[in-house]
């Protein structure tokens, strides 16, 4: 059990809350971030709350750096970081990448690449022992994207999390001797509500069959493998990717 403050960006739905309830459940002082829902996140925090855990609700939207900044000062007055979720992406309508817009393409990337660099930024100068830290975990969220190019859906996506895959064996080695391990899950089909914001909310169980295990993931079990990364069980892993995708 820990004590330790967890932040997880795009806390309030999907992948987000299930980490959320996971590492609250492990002892975890949770901040839920959220981008605009503040309903769904206060009902994380109840949830979290009705079951004796501690957790705040803290609006970001993490394409923009005062949110991202704002985020972690509310964490600070919570208590010592000890984890950081970078959960928080978007997906835009399926579509050849000939017709994305500039502003598509531009978004697309401050959510889901710049911001969470942004935001491990701010882990390290807390965690890094060169900085004084004691220490901590980030974990990524990647997608199976990343390997498969996502053609004809949404390239632009697949681009923004082999970014992400990137960067997180980057960063790894480079804070490995200061405390921090880094690394980055690669969820495949799993049922939650991103399909629908890309126009396609059947999406997961239409392609289901394409997975080896010929079913969706949950977010449960995506859930497990990230607060698996967090514990010292996975102490010595480190700039790696992990799948969770039925074989995909």
């Avoid at 704002?70 to 978007?90: M, R, T």
């Avoid at 994305?100 to 022992?129: D, H, P, W, Y």
């Avoid at 681009?159 to 200061?178: C, N, W």
């Amino acid at each position: 059990m820990t004590d330790k403050v967890v932040i997880i960006t795009g806390g309030s739905r999907g992948i987000g809350r299930a980490t959320a309830l996971a590492a609250a459940a492990r002892g975890f002082r949770v901040v839920v971030g959220y981008a605009s829902n503040e309903a769904a996140a206060k009902q994380v925090v109840g949830a979290i709350e009705a079951k004796n855990g501690t957790a705040i609700a803290v609006k970001c939207d993490v394409a923009k750096e005062s949110d991202i900044l704002a985020l972690f000062k509310a964490a600070d007055a919570f208590g010592v970081l000890g984890a950081l979720v970078n959960n928080a992406g978007i997906v835009g309508p399926s579509m050849r990448v000939e017709d994305m817009s500039f502003e598509r393409i531009q978004r697309m990337m401050a959510v889901n690449v710049t911001g969470s660099i942004l935001c491990a930024r701010e882990a390290v100068k807390r965690m890094s022992t060169r900085n004084g830290g004691k220490g901590g975990v980030i974990v990524n969220l990647s997608s199976v994207a990343a390997k498969l190019g996502s053609p004809n859906t949404y390239v632009d996506y697949a681009a923004s999390k082999g970014a992400i895959d990137s960067f997180t064996v980057g960063l790894g080695h480079e804070v490995a001797d200061e405390g921090i391990r880094v690394a980055a899950i690669r969820p495949g089909l799993i049922d939650t509500e991103i399909h629908a914001s890309g126009g396609e909310p059947d999406r997961a169980h239409r392609l289901s069959q394409t997975v080896p295990m010929k079913r969706v993931g949950t977010v449960e079990e995506i859930a497990n493998a990230i607060v698996w990364l967090m514990s010292d069980d996975a102490s010595y892993v480190t700039s790696a990717i992990l799948d969770v995708s039925g074989g995909r």
